[in-house]
């Protein structure tokens, strides 16, 4: 089994940064990705940044630029650098760690940026 916990939301201003990390308790060598998911209010929750075990990303053209997810194996860590910040990034950030044939999907419990002045 797998948890995800995230951390390092919060508020931030136009145009700053924040990085938040996802902590994965347990064995992920069985699983092909990990990633980021966002949902704002009154929206559907929307892909943000993935990458797989071997290190290849893959961006929502909304962050492309702006956004850079990282994977650190060893202490089973998966990172978003978000900078560039604007007020439609706000939203509850979703780490998620799955694997590409099915059958292991792990969500974290999510955690909040604002970002406004």
């Known amino acids: 089994q797998v948890q995800l916990v995230e951390s390092g939301g919060g508020l931030v201003q136009p145009g700053g940064s924040l990085r938040l990390s996802c902590v994965a308790s347990?064995?992920?060598?069985?699983?092909?990705?990990m990633g980021w998911y966002r949902q704002a209010p009154g929206k559907e929750r929307e892909l943000v940044a993935f990458?797989?075990?071997?290190?290849?990303?893959n961006y929502a053209d909304s962050v492309k630029g702006r956004f850079t997810i990282s994977r650190d194996n060893a202490e089973n860590t998966v990172y978003l650098q978000m900078n560039s910040l604007k007020p439609e990034d706000t939203a509850v950030y979703y780490c998620?760690?799955?694997?590409?044939?099915?059958?292991?999907?792990?969500w974290g419990k999510g955690a909040l940026v604002t970002v406004s002045s």
């Open positions: 347990g064995s992920i060598f069985s699983l092909n990705n």
């Open positions: 990458v797989s075990s071997g290190g290849s990303t």
């Open positions: 998620r760690a799955w694997r590409v044939g099915g059958g292991r999907d792990y």
